[in-house]
């Protein structure tokens, strides 16, 4: 069974400048989330969709970030414009019971 | 907001050793996840813990839902090189919900 895909692995932007981040789950998967990952810390999630609906985007910065999904599959992240503190791993997850979560490889940002 | 807090936050050990760790939290949780994160890579889900008092194993990996619901344990027996990485609990930051939170992790070094 193929992962969860994300692409690209890498980004270097500078900041004011705009991204965007893709994944693909697993096939099947209803749940996919995004998550930022800062240097040295955990993983923090930024926004939690099931199905091609908003489940949770509490901790999302909606002034610069957003995210979509559509038709219950693909997800984009973009950041626009990005910021210096936005320098980090994203990581896309998905699930298939919202309990066990599988991890993408995750797109490493840098903000110059 | 709820935290997980993950000690012990580094440690070196020999391959052989065995190793502890654990993740406790403010608040109650009903489900306990366990992940290991390699270098540039996304988090690899280890075990998942479902009930108070469970004790799970995943080949050397033992993981134990603690009774008290805020707390978790890991183990791993006989320590081996590839056993290096950052090992992160996860569960849901609030009883009802599927928004989980991640600990500050273990980061694990062992020394052939």
């Known amino acids: 069974e193929a992962g969860v895909a994300q692409s690209p692995r890498y980004k270097i932007i500078e900041k004011r400048q705009s991204v965007a981040f893709w994944c693909n789950p697993i096939?099947?998967?209803?749940?996919l989330y995004w998550y930022q990952q800062i240097l040295g810390q955990g993983p923090k999630l930024l926004i939690q969709?099931?199905?091609?609906?908003?489940?949770?985007d509490s901790q999302l910065p909606k002034d610069r970030f957003s995210a979509e999904r559509l038709k219950g599959v693909d997800s984009t992240l973009k950041i626009q414009p990005a910021k210096l503190e936005d320098s980090a791993v994203y990581l896309c997850?998905?699930?298939?019971?919202?309990?066990?979560?599988?991890f993408g490889p995750g797109t490493r940002l840098t903000v110059t | 907001g709820q935290q997980l807090n993950q000690s012990p936050q580094s440690m070196f050990i020999q391959e052989g050793e065995d190793v502890s760790m654990n993740c406790t939290s403010s608040?109650?949780?009903?489900?306990w996840l366990w992940y290991k994160q390699d270098p540039g890579e996304g988090p690899v889900l280890l075990i998942a813990?479902?009930?108070?008092?469970e004790l799970t194993s995943n080949g050397r990996l033992t993981a134990q839902f603690g009774i008290t619901r805020k707390d978790s344990f890991l183990n791993i027996s006989a320590s081996i090189p590839s056993d290096v990485g950052i090992y992160f609990c996860a569960g849901p930051g609030t009883s009802g919900t599927y928004k989980y939170i991640f600990g500050t992790g273990t980061r694990l070094k062992v020394l052939a």
């Open positions: 096939s099947g998967h209803a749940t």
């Open positions: 813990l479902y009930k108070a008092g």
């Open positions: 969709f099931q199905n091609n609906g908003v489940v949770d």
């Open positions: 997850a998905s699930s298939l019971d919202a309990y066990e979560q599988y």
């Open positions: 608040s109650i949780f009903n489900t």
